[in-house]
């Protein structure tokens, strides 16, 4: 920099409201956004997530509605999630390749209904376990590595027939994003993305999403030997190169904003498409500061989604996704 006060005025361009709009540098939009919801059970179901206060899980027709309003709002993407009633859940979560279960189901209703939305769903067991592991759990209480990837592999195929857009694998084992994209290649769904968890770190942050998907009070011990240790930022970049390399199209960084480090990096070395998630934990501690007046709603939502935007997403899946997108307007 050669100028100096008075020629140098940086306040100047933040005069005015059009001088602010024309010198922004990241533009959130509602293509920016994806939007996770819950699916249950039954018909027209509203149920409140008493976690994620404003979030609700909905009966398949429900999901199929608010397909339509994310249509209309301009959101590109809904995130699939279900709550599997405690009697399907079991020790191998074979509901998970259930092609009837309730993430086939919705799929398949919101595709039938022609609504031109993506979807994404989402590959790992914890929502069709009884321990609430993302994998299959060894008699001395290990998650084993490679015996999980059949299962995982052919829950994706399940979604995929069901009429899934992107499989989004969560579950952190090696070698599953090779294991799913072998699956799909041999069974013709060659133009099925794959969005990896590639950096999913073991977070706090994941509480009230277990209570949303009901695996919370099924979970035994923690996920630490699978998911990343929130100390570590190398360790994602060897994660995300391995995802990439395995068939990857897209990586996603998890939690998000404790995480803005991480999604910096991971732009910055890799030319691939990165989101972040935004998650329930990060989402509850806002929505009940806002709920009692503490923050003011509207621009702390929208600062926090541009804040991902500016740190390199090409996406956040965020739970605010709605909310976000009335205020962007089309
Ligand atoms: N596999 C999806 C998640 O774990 C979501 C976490 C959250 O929203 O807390
Ligand atoms: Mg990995």
Redesign the pocket.
């Known amino acids: 920099m050669t100028a100096s006060f008075p020629a140098l005025r940086l306040r100047r361009p933040r005069a005015h409201d059009w001088s602010r709009r024309l010198h922004a540098e990241n533009v959130l939009t509602p293509a920016d956004l994806i939007w ?1 919801v819950f699916i249950r059970d039954g018909e027209n179901e509203r149920e409140p997530v008493g976690a994620m206060p404003g979030v609700d899980r909905l009966s398949v027709d429900l999901i199929v509605e608010a397909a339509r309003e994310a249509v209309d709002l301009g959101i590109p993407v809904l ?1 699939l ?1 279900p709550n599997t009633p405690p009697d399907a859940r079991s020790e191998d979560g074979r509901e998970a390749v259930n092609p009837d279960n309730l993430m086939a189901r919705a799929c398949r209703a919101v595709k039938d209904a022609g609504i031109p939305i993506g979807l994404l769903t ?1 590959v ?1 067991l ?1 929502p069709y376990t009884s321990h609430g592991h ?1 994998g299959l759990l060894s008699g001395d209480g290990r998650i084993l590595n490679d015996e999980s990837l059949d299962i995982l592999a052919a829950q994706a195929v399940n979604q995929a027939r069901a009429g899934a857009d992107i499989i ?1 694998p ?1 579950d952190m084992m090696d070698g599953r994003v090779a294991a799913i994209r072998q699956a799909l290649e041999a069974e013709g769904f060659r133009d099925v993305q794959i969005m990896s ?1 590639a950096a ?1 770190y073991a ?1 706090a ?6 209570d ?2 009901g695996s919370g009070g099924f979970l035994k011990g923690d996920k630490k030997t699978y998911q990343m240790d929130g100390a570590n930022s190398d360790e994602a970049m060897r994660e995300v190169a391995m995802d990439l390399e395995e068939g990857a199209d897209s990586v996603m960084v ?2 998000g904003l404790a995480y803005l480090d991480i999604i910096a990096r991971v732009k910055a070395r890799f030319n691939a498409p990165v989101f972040a ?7 509850a501690m806002m929505q009940l500061a806002i709920e009692r007046g503490i923050l003011e709603r509207d621009r702390a939502i929208l600062e926090v989604l541009t804040a991902f935007k500016r740190a390199g997403v090409n996406g956040v ?1 965020t ?1 605010y996704a709605r909310d976000a997108a009335k205020l962007l307007g089309r």
């Open positions: 996770p995130a999630f989402d790992a914890d993302d989004a969560s968890y999913k977070s942050f994941y509480g009230p999403f277990r949303a998907v998890k939690p998630y935004q998650v329930s934990g990060e989402y899946l739970y």
